[in-house]
Nanobody, 120 residues
């Protein structure tokens, strides 16, 4: 089994910054694409940013130029640097990864999420 654990959420004023981290652990053979998504109550979860194992990135239009996704393959960890935060960025942020476990089974995994609240 592979587990994803997020950290780094919290309360910040508009215009501020936060850095989220997500570490994968467990029976890992490899972690491939990693992503950050977010969800507010009553709405569908949306993809915020994605990064391949080789470092290619993709962002939602709403966060381009403000958020940066990065990863440390040696640590099986993905980061989300969030700058110039806006109240509309308030959400639970979830880590997602395509992983291969030690039994060579491929699966998609989600973390439990971390709350980000941006006050105006």
């Amino acid at each position: 089994q592979v587990q994803l654990v997020e950290s780094g959420g919290g309360l910040v004023q508009a215009g501020g910054s936060l850095r989220l981290s997500c570490a994968a652990s467990g029976s890992i053979f490899s972690i491939n694409d990693m992503r950050w998504g977010r969800q507010v109550p009553g709405k569908q979860r949306e993809l915020v940013a994605a990064i391949t194992r080789g470092g290619s990135t993709n962002y939602a239009d709403s966060v381009k130029g403000r958020f940066t996704i990065s990863r440390d393959n040696a640590k099986n960890t993905v980061y989300l640097q969030m700058n110039s935060l806006k109240p509309e960025d308030t959400a639970v942020y979830y880590c997602n990864a395509d992983g291969v476990n030690t039994a060579r089974a491929i699966a998609n995994y989600w973390g439990r999420g971390t709350q980000v609240t941006v006050s105006s």
